[in-house]
């Protein structure tokens, strides 16, 4: 079945930029829409944005100045690239599969990873 | 900004029936929202319940269900387990491809 695992550093500089790495094993990732989703510690999720297969993406408002999805589909890989990070920022990032045709879901989802922004 | 609306809490006693909600700041929950839930567990990713309303994912025990209850979404679980003791969250749809969570509801099985 389809799996998903996140990379990346565990630390980033205030006013960087984070960058996520999330590999799709067991299945294509065309022909879906691929989402990021965070959550700070000891609160709740947030979407942050999707990308489809052709290449085409769909931002959270509350963050789409700073946000960019990209996929690599030689490496059935998708991506995400946050910038001017702060404190707020800090968060486990998961990827997961998301259904959005006539529905709303996602599955499955990564582990996920712990990203602190912190000098 | 339309918030979607979780009880931030909830109790329920090994074997009881509990029903959890979702809602809208402003505004009526229906099927065109998609409601999905999610249970979490400390430290583990999220684990899907329920999506579109009422359909179970795959390998979802059947005293976990979902409706819409009044102007809500609401997810029953009957039977309640030792290990449903978790967070659980819903997901809505809110159109031009924006999905919202709500805040979350602290269940405990005791």
């Known amino acids: 079945q389809v799996q998903l695992q996140e990379s990346g550093p565990g630390l980033v500089k205030p006013s960087e930029t984070l960058s996520l790495t999330c590999t799709v094993s067991?299945?294509?990732?065309?022909?879906?829409?691929w989402s990021w989703i965070r959550q700070p510690p000891g609160k709740g999720l947030e979407w942050i944005g999707y990308i489809y297969s052709s290449g085409s993406t769909n931002y959270n408002p509350s963050l789409k100045s700073r946000v960019t999805i990209s996929l690599d589909t030689s490496k059935n890989q998708f991506s995400l690239k946050l910038s001017s990070v702060t404190a707020a920022d800090t968060a486990v990032y998961y990827c997961a599969r998301q259904y959005i045709r006539k529905t709303n879901w996602f599955d499955p989802w990564g582990q996920g990873t712990l990203v602190t922004v912190s000098s | 900004q339309t918030v979607v609306t979780q009880e931030p809490s909830f109790s329920v006693s090994p074997g009881g029936t509990v029903t959890l909600t979702c809602g809208l700041s402003s505004g009526s929950v229906s099927t065109s929202y998609y409601p999905s839930w999610y249970q979490q567990t400390p430290g583990q990713a999220p684990r899907t319940l329920i999506y579109s309303t009422d359909t179970r994912s795959s390998g979802v025990p059947d005293r976990f269900s979902g409706s819409l209850l009044g102007n809500k979404a609401a997810l029953t679980i009957t039977g309640a387990q030792a290990d449903d003791e978790s967070d659980y969250y819903c997901l809505l749809y809110m159109g031009s491809g924006i999905s919202v969570f709500g805040g979350g509801t602290k269940l405990t099985v005791l």
């Open positions: 067991g299945g294509s990732i065309s022909g879906y829409y």
